[in-house]
């Protein structure tokens, strides 16, 4: 299998860290795909995904699989521990809901930001930008976790009482903030406790370094 990805990337990351998580790593070829020129934009690339982002995992198969969800889900499929999007009906529910919120409420906010009040990509890439929009976006993020923190102050992890592909999705969300230099609230505790926590699994401690 191959994944198309950028070693610095929030949602590149949320696919290594689902990886090593299952241990999967060494049976993926990484090919880079560099953003700053634009290279996810073009022709070539758009016939693996329409979207023109990354991830895009291609099967050997040829089938591709873009969004970071769809990759996950497919990752866990394949292997059977660690469960990442839930062994039961309920389970994949939930954790499927909050994965989800962990990407509106954060990490699509922190992005739309990035791209839209920020100089983002450069002008080849940002053809059209909403300065309010995107700052409206960061204000979004900001609440969301806020929201965040109190999910974790009342729960272990995202999702419940276990690590799931929800956790990965709101440590997206986090990468990016730090990418962003844009601070999590101070009174957000349970929510820099549960980041903190969550570096020290290795899966999210190495994620950069996966395709070196
Ligand atoms: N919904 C998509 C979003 C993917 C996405 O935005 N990926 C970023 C990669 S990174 O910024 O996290 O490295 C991208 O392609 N951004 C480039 C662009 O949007 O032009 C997913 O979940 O995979």
Redesign the pocket.
């Known amino acids: 299998m191959t994944i198309y990805d ?1 070693h610095t ?4 990351a949320r696919v290594r860290i689902a990886l090593a998580e299952k241990g999967l790593q060494s049976r993926l070829r990484f090919v880079s795909v560099d ?1 700053r020129k634009g290279e ?2 073009t022709e070539a690339f758009r016939a693996k995904n329409y979207s ?4 895009v995992l291609e099967l050997d198969d040829g089938t591709l699989i ?4 769809a990759i996950t889900e497919y990752v866990d499929a394949l292997d059977g521990t660690p469960v990442l999007t839930g062994r039961t009906p309920r389970e994949k529910g939930v954790i499927h809901m909050m994965s989800r919120r962990a ?1 509106l409420e954060v990490l699509d906010a922190l ?1 739309l930001y990035f ?1 839209h009040a920020t100089p983002g ?1 450069g002008p080849h ?1 940002e053809v059209y930008q909403n300065p309010e929009w995107g700052l409206y976006q960061r204000d979004k993020a900001l609440r969301g976790m806020r929201y965040f923190d109190g999910v974790l102050r009342r729960q272990s992890f995202v999702a419940g009482e276990a690590f799931s592909m929800a956790d990965i999705a709101l440590i997206g969300g986090m990468i990016f903030a730090g990418l962003l230099r844009v601070p999590v609230p101070e009174e957000c505790e349970a929510l820099n406790a549960w980041y903190a926590r969550m570096q020290e699994r290795p899966s999210v401690r190495n994620w950069r370094t996966m395709s070196a």
């Open positions: 950028w990337g929030p949602y590149p953003l996810h934009k023109g982002t990354l991830p873009a969004e970071c969800t990407e992005s791209h990509l890439v």
